[in-house]
């Protein structure tokens, strides 16, 4: 019941926070190996805008020491995100939701935060990339973009 009550509270929370215009939610599919749910929108960049928040994206390679931390490949969660960023999945870091949320990036789709960021980016989305992606992630560089929470606590 307790269960309940809170998940009806966190959808409704979403629908203020967002608004009416988040239109249907995603389909949601099992993540591979963990019974968890995800939104199944992986493939590719999207046009779509979405309603939510304007904040900073950036992204980061996973596997590289020098933008991570002393395990380059193991996100805030425990999750290896080298070998899911490798496997296609979209991983961001964001310190403004909990783990596991799942976010829509203007022009990039949905991806779930799976590691957190430096304490001093509180409002800002890094979108994880593959260890030999570096050019690509210093190409994206800071952009700002409507952010929206699908699912998850805001």
């Known amino acids: ?28 599919a099992p993540w591979p190996g963990t019974g968890k749910m995800i939104a199944d929108n992986q493939a590719g960049f999207v046009e779509n805008p979405v309603a939510g928040r304007v904040l900073e994206v950036t992204a980061y390679n996973v596997g590289v020491r020098r933008q991570t ?30 783990p596991e949320t799942i976010l829509n990036i203007e022009g990039f789709g949905e991806c779930v935060v799976l590691d957190r960021m430096n304490r001093r980016f509180s409002n800002r989305v890094d979108i994880a ?16 973009r409507q952010v929206a929470v699908i699912a998850g606590r805001p």
């Open 129 to 144: 990339m593959r260890k030999d992606e570096v050019d690509r992630a210093h190409e994206f560089g800071l952009q700002r």
């Open 69 to 98: 931390s002393n395990k380059p490949c193991i996100g805030a969660t425990g999750e290896n995100l080298c070998r899911l960023v490798a496997q296609g999945r979209k991983i961001c870091a964001a310190n403004f939701v909990e």
């Open 1 to 28: 019941m307790k269960k309940a009550i809170l998940l009806a509270f966190v959808i409704a929370a979403v629908f203020l926070w967002v608004g009416p215009e988040i239109g249907a939610l995603a389909p949601l």
